[in-house]
């Protein structure tokens, strides 16, 4: 498994939280808005391991709670900086390696949003909805290749930031960790017939 950071202090945390697994665990630092980063930061983790397998694509930021006229120009440049432009820098460094495998699987995350109203995310929304048209392009593009694509939509997630920033929110709502765990090892472990699936996780709406 290699983990990708972007902020230098998480990397004594990393090391903290897989000790046990230091035979299988490997950490690069990459800011992902930079081509040249994921590029390398995917070359390392192939020279470490001798390919990439499977990549799991859970970055991406929020910036809403306002109606559409009240976000700014610089919201709807900011959302695509962080979750349309990272995803498409670490899919392009990533598909030349499984496409040379002839084996790859990729999920991508996006939010519920995407299939909602959208209503007081609309910037959030769009850039989501940009992730996902890319990820459906890609599972089209190379499934020849042997690669699978995927997204896992989710609501808000049971973690302790979350708590934190929510505190009068109910968590016994949201979709909890396990679950969506559980769906990435099945999504992994498929075959090619379920490519371009998605994955819905509303929580307890």
């Known amino acids: ?19 046990d697994f230091s035979d299988v665990y490997f950490s690069v630092q990459a800011d992902l808005s930079d081509p040249a980063q994921a590029k390398k930061a995917i070359e390392a983790a192939k020279e470490r391991f001798g390919g990439v397998d499977f990549l799991l694509n859970s970055l991406g930021g ?9 976000h700014t120009a610089a919201d709807l440049e900011k959302m695509p900086s962080v979750d349309l432009v990272p995803t498409f820098n670490i899919m392009t460094a990533v598909l030349p390696v499984m496409v040379e ?21 609309s910037v959030y929304a769009a850039s989501m909805s940009a992730v996902l048209s890319l990820s459906k392009a890609a599972a ?27 505190k009068n929110a109910d968590p016994g709502k949201w979709v909890r960790i396990d679950e969506i765990v559980d769906a990435l090892l ?18 307890k709406v």
Request: proline residues 2%; glycine residues 10%.
């Open 1 to 19: 498994v290699a983990i990708l950071y972007r902020n230098p202090s998480r990397r004594a945390e990393l090391e903290k939280a897989f000790v």
């Open 62 to 70: 929020w910036v809403g709670g306002k109606k559409l006229h009240e």
């Open 101 to 121: 495998q002839g084996f790859g699987r990729i999920v991508n995350f996006v939010s519920m949003q995407v299939f909602g109203s959208g209503a007081v995310n």
């Open 140 to 166: 089209e593009e190379y499934r020849k290749s042997g690669i699978s694509v995927f997204a896992v939509a989710t609501s808000t997630i049971d973690t302790e930031s979350n708590r934190k920033s929510m």
């Open 186 to 203: 099945f999504l992994c472990s498929t075959g090619d017939s379920l490519n371009d699936t998605v994955l819905k996780f509303p929580g």
